[in-house]
């Protein structure tokens, strides 16, 4: 059965300061992964990573996959109250009879205080 | 452009009832997908229509079903709501799926009392 764990659960930090978000599969016709914020219902998309080592960035989020160990990382630096969210993995499938779907993780609760 | 439209917003039904959700698609998207939101399971994923065909339908019973339209708009029916239904239903729109990033809507809450 897929599987998609995300870690950890949930997140307390302070404004300012830097977390890592950590997400890992084990799925067949691997095609991409996804991470999503969700602050209140839709989720809104952030990054579609497909190949190992190379980083996306978007202002202070970065991303990378690691095809090989089969995990991904989310890094959000000098956090801010706005950031908190539910951040979600999700893998996407190149075919077989999961084309089409999203398989998603837990989710990683983050509160950041001022 | 429009984002991913669903409605209602939110809906409150007794057991036993049976209700639509209605989804429409970012003008141009062909994929349509619909996840199942709840606090113990997460989102699991329900189905998913393109161009008007299923192409894949996720372990939920057949109390739950869906269909797209010749314009993309999908719907998803629940028949004989139980209590357990209770979730946020929301859906996704994408060009083809997998090859491109999925925009989700800001989904249906629905209560069943």
């Known amino acids: 059965e897929d599987k998609v764990v995300q870690s950890p659960l949930s997140l307390v930090v302070h404004e300012g300061d830097t977390v890592t978000l950590n997400c890992s599969y084990e799925v067949t016709n691997f095609r991409s992964l996804l991470w999503y914020k969700q602050e209140k219902k839709a989720p809104t998309f952030l990054f579609m990573l497909t190949s190992s080592g190379i980083e996306k960035k978007s202002g202070r989020l970065s991303s990378i996959l690691d095809k090989k160990e089969l995990f991904s990382i989310l890094n959000i630096t000098a956090t801010q109250t706005g950031d908190s969210a539910i951040y979600l993995c999700a893998v996407s499938y190149a075919g077989g009879t999961s084309y089409g779907k999203l398989t998603f993780g837990q989710g990683t609760i983050l509160t950041v205080h001022p | 452009k429009a984002g991913v439209t669903q409605t209602p917003r939110y809906l409150i039904k007794t057991r036993g009832q049976q209700v639509t959700l209605s989804c429409s698609p970012i003008?141009?998207?062909?994929?349509v997908s619909w996840y199942q939101q709840t606090p113990g399971q997460g989102l699991q994923f329900l189905f998913e229509?393109?161009?008007?065909?299923?192409?894949n339908k996720g372990n939920f019973p057949g109390r739950f079903s869906g269909r797209q339209f010749s314009n993309s708009r999908s719907e998803m029916n629940v028949s004989t709501l139980e209590l357990g239904d209770s979730a946020l239903y929301l859906c996704?729109?994408?060009?083809?799926?997998?090859?491109?990033?999925?925009?989700f809507g800001s989904g249906t809450r629905l209560t069943v009392v």
């Open positions: 996704a729109s994408s060009w083809t799926g997998a090859d491109y990033g999925y925009t």
């Open positions: 229509y393109f161009s008007e065909t299923q192409r």
């Open positions: 003008s141009g998207h062909r994929s």
